[in-house]
Structures are given as structure tokens and as C-alpha cells.
Nanobody, 120 residues
């Protein structure tokens, strides 16, 4: 069984920073792309950033220049460094990863989500 566990959310003032972490565990053979999504109340879930197995990154226009995604393959962990936070960044942030299990089954997995609240 594969599991993703996020941490690092919280309450911060506008202009502040937070760092989210997401660790994958279980019967993992390899991890391909990893990403962060967010969902604000009353809105659809949207892609924030993703990083490929080779390290290429892509960001939503709304976070470019403020957020940085990175990964530590040795720890099966993806990070999201969020700087210059704005109230509109308030949402539940979910980690996603495409993982090949030790039985070579490929699937997308989701974390439970971590709340990020930015006060004005």
C-alpha cells in the first residue's frame, strides 16, 4: 500500500512564507511526476506546480516567481516553498504523485491535504 502524507500548512500573514512537505511511503518501486494542487472553498481543484522525475518543473501563472517546487528522491519527498503569500493563496493543498509500486502497478496517489490560510 502506498501513502502520501503532507505537512507544513498553517496560518500566516500576507507576505509571509510556508514550506509544505509530502512524503511517499509504502511498496514503492519508483516515483514519476509529483505535484501540488489546491482547492479553495467553492472553487475547483487547480494545479499549483509539478515536477517530473527528471526535475523539470511547471507552475500555475498565479504562483510563478513566488512558489518553488523541489523533490528529494532519496526521501521520496516533494516540497513546495511558498513565499510572498497572498490571501488568495488560501486553500487546502494536496500532494499528488504518479507511483509505480513494487508489483509494477502504476497509479496516481493523493495526500489527505493540508490547510494553508493567509490573512490580510
Amino acid at each position: 500500500q502506498v501513502q502520501l502524507v503532507e505537512s507544513g500548512g498553517g496560518l500566516v500573514q500576507a507576505g509571509g512564507s510556508l514550506r509544505l512537505s509530502c512524503a511517499a511511503s509504502g511498496s514503492i518501486f519508483s516515483i514519476n511526476a509529483m505535484g501540488w494542487y489546491r482547492q479553495a472553498p467553492g472553487k475547483q481543484r487547480e494545479l499549483v506546480a509539478f515536477i517530473t522525475g527528471g526535475g523539470s518543473t511547471n507552475y500555475a501563472d498565479s504562483v510563478k516567481g513566488r512558489f518553488t517546487i523541489s523533490r528529494d528522491n532519496a526521501k521520496n519527498t516533494v516540497y513546495l516553498q511558498m513565499n510572498s503569500l497572498k490571501p488568495e493563496d488560501t486553500a487546502v493543498y494536496h500532494c499528488n504523485a504518479r507511483i509505480t509500486s513494487s508489483s509494477y502497478y502504476i497509479a496516481d496517489y493523493w495526500g489527505q491535504g493540508t490547510q494553508v490560510t493567509v490573512s490580510s
